[in-house]
């Protein structure tokens, strides 16, 4: 069974920053792709950010320029940095891995950190 932890979030003022960090622990024999998504109050999840084992990354659109997503491969555990946070970033922020374990390819959901910034 493959955990993700997540941690980091908290509540920040507009212009401020925060950085979320989620750790896969369990038996992983390799992480396809890890992201960050979010869900606001009466809306679906969107997709973040994504970053591939390789290194190649993926924005969304209104976060382009302020958030920053990285991994550490040996550690098993990725990072997203958010710089100029608005109000409408207010959301619970959940990392998703998509791996392979046991030979098979699995997605897996992080328990989700409150993110909420205030204007």
């Known amino acids: 069974q493959v955990q993700l932890v997540e941690s980091g979030g908290g509540l920040v003022q507009a212009g401020g920053s925060l950085r979320l960090d989620c750790a896969a622990s369990?038996?992983?024999?390799?992480?396809?792709?890890m992201g960050w998504y979010r869900q606001a109050p009466g809306k679906q999840r969107e997709l973040v950010a994504a970053?591939?084992?390789?290194?190649?990354?993926n924005y969304a659109f209104s976060v382009k320029g302020r958030f920053t997503i990285s991994r550490d491969n040996a550690k098993n555990t990725v990072y997203l940095q958010m710089n100029s946070l608005k109000p409408e970033d207010t959301a619970v922020y959940y990392c998703?891995?998509?791996?392979?374990?046991?030979?098979?390819?699995?997605?897996?959901w992080g328990q989700g950190t409150q993110v909420t910034v205030s204007s």
């Open positions: 998703n891995a998509f791996l392979i374990e046991f030979g098979d390819y699995r997605n897996y």
């Open positions: 369990g038996s992983i024999t390799s992480i396809n792709v």
């Open positions: 970053i591939t084992s390789g290194g190649s990354t």
